[in-house]
């Protein structure tokens, strides 16, 4: 088995953030050139029809880079969450680390993105842990996975949260030639309300739960 490199809890959603950060303020500040430059143009033509289209044009850019900017925001503090999300996941671990289990994060894998966490227990049992921040009850409904606030029920935007642990597993355990890695879907918020918290083979459960759940499976392998 390939030694486990290492990488720091939320390392990679925290450069997202970064990243989606920087390019959100670049685009306030194209929003407020091309306001301030359509105003310019507008005094610099004197009112006139060229001036009015110089103005409209530079509102319409304003608004667009704006927009753009408040996304790229919003997507910022997503990325924001899921690093805080990994780094609760990681002080919970703590404790496993101090049994022997070796504990990597952020794994990289040629799909299916970066792997949150990847555990092996000393009885050398593979885990993938892929870490989410979404609020809400986390309920079976309709054949997939979903959240609920109240009497709503929405999708997840990442899409089929299931399928992608599943091959998040598979490219660990071809990347640490293993015959078998156990998918896992934590979260930090919220709560879970799914029948034996477990759906196609997957661990679904709340991070409190998290360590013992380990424990228990690592127990019965």
């Not at 949150?116 to 986390?138: A, I, M, Q, R, Y």
């Not at 054949?143 to 599943?166: A, N, P, T």
Request: hydrophobic share 40%; net charge positive.
């Amino acid at each position: 088995m390939s030694p486990l490199k290492k990488r720091q809890p939320g390392e990679h959603v925290r450069k997202l953030f970064e990243q989606r950060q920087k390019s959100a303020v670049l685009r306030y500040a194209l929003a407020i050139g091309a306001f301030i430059g359509g105003i310019f143009l507008f005094v610099a033509f004197r009112y006139s029809f060229v001036g009015i289209i110089s103005l409209l044009g530079g509102v319409v850019t304003c608004y667009h880079f704006y927009q753009n900017a408040q996304y790229l925001m919003k997507r910022a503090g997503d990325a924001e969450r899921g690093a805080q999300a990994e780094t609760k996941v990681a002080s919970l671990l703590l404790i496993l680390q101090s049994q022997g289990w070796k504990i990597e994060y952020n794994l990289r894998i040629k799909k299916w993105g970066d792997a949150d966490v990847v555990l092996c227990s000393p009885k050398e049992n593979l885990f993938v842990v892929d870490v989410k921040s979404h609020g809400g009850t986390k309920v079976y409904k309709d054949g997939s996975l979903r959240k609920q606030y109240g009497k709503k029920i929405h999708d997840f935007r990442e899409g089929d949260l299931i399928s992608k642990v599943k091959g998040q597993a598979l490219e660990v355990g071809l990347l640490k030639n293993a015959r078998w890695v156990n998918p896992m879907l934590c979260f930090t918020r919220g709560y879970v309300n799914i029948p034996g918290n477990m759906i196609d083979g997957v661990h679904i459960l709340a991070a409190n739960d998290l360590v013992k759940t380990l424990l228990s499976l690592d127990r019965s392998l």
